[in-house]
């Protein structure tokens, strides 16, 4: 109890009973630790909520035994919350319901402590505790009671009064989800959205404060207080919307709506267009969210019956209702474009390879074209005595009819000739008379 106080500042029993413990039966031990804690002056109780339960929160002595339980320096708790439980404190009420049904304590089986028995049973019966089971099955929750803090102060340390920053309703740390801090703000629905309005102007003002790190360099000044994520800009703002009995569905939807189109400025970020590779057809660009707050909008009842881990989270820019990763997700940033980047690129490498090798194709095609053609020079055969065409024969000659003499004197043609010449006597006698050269 003294760690749920120290958290919300304003709780009854039952929603400390569902933060904590919801495998008790029932709140009834948290209504007797209540009665205790206030008999040795820890807790007091001013009011009711308008449920009719009781109100509870710290004294000075209370909140002090609060800051050994969560291990939180004195100045990260805040005040007591004196006389806000007169009221009925609604707006507690409800960030309260919407801590709990972020954070979805699973429901383990509790061991009660067991009591005297009036009537005689066996041994048994009483000896040993009896396991409680959950009531029934719980969803996945995110963090557990020391994640949240609540009324949280935000504003430049230089600034003597809170009236220059904003005052967030809860803030939720839970790097264990993989998650960046996550600012929580809830609406009964009874202000004005121009009220709410104003609220994304603060956050916006104290996100973009900066001071000096421990190299000289400008940080922003949120992340002296927070863990920072992988994520780059500006922490997301989360707006839960209560409407109760209050308001229907179709003004609760006029309402988002108004918000949405109000704050376009908060969210929507700077579009950087026309770069990249390619034509100018081509070339596109991105959504540049540095300077722009992640608003996810959600309602307290889409949240208790499905969890943070369903799709119930809008973002604002997006068209549907999504999960928490999805939803803190840029589809159309500076990433998704060099993905985009990197294939424009590979293809356009691609298309000046080929048009660097057609190129080269057509060059050497025309210097083959341009080139004279350079014929082997034809070795000097002597002419034929006596018709004097080259011993070889002319060009396309068969080679084997007409191969040259052994003397080298005559062509073919005239070999042929020469035998077909009738032969003298002499020649019949002694043979053709070999001339001298």
Known sequence: M???LGVLKLATADQMHRLMAPGHRDNKAFRNAALDLARHGLVVSEGSSRDGHKIWHLTPVGLDAAVEVLGRPVGEMGATARGAARSGAPHAMAVNETVIAITRTPATATRPVPRPQTTLTSAAETTGPVLVPPAEPSVAGIGWVGSWSTEVPLAAPSSRSGRAGVRADA????PEADLPVLFVEVDNCTEPPET???KFEKYLRYFRLTTKCSVGDDMPLWRTRYRPSSREGHPPLVFVFNPGTRIGPQVLKNRMTTVLKGTRQVWSGDYQAGLGYGSSEERDGYWDFTDAIPVLFSTLDRLQAGGPHAAVWWRCGHRQWETLPDALDNPT??????????????????ELAQRKLARGRAAEKERWATKPLELEPVPEVAPCERGGLPITGQYGQDDAEFAPSEDGRHCPICRSDLRSQYSTLRSTLFGRRQRGK
């Open 171 to 174: 803030v939720l740390t839970a």
């Open 196 to 198: 709410l309005e104003a």
């Open 333 to 350: 940033d500076h990433r998704a474009w060099q993905a985009r980047e990197k294939v424009r690129r590979a293809r356009h490498d691609e």
């Open 2 to 4: 003294l760690a749920a």
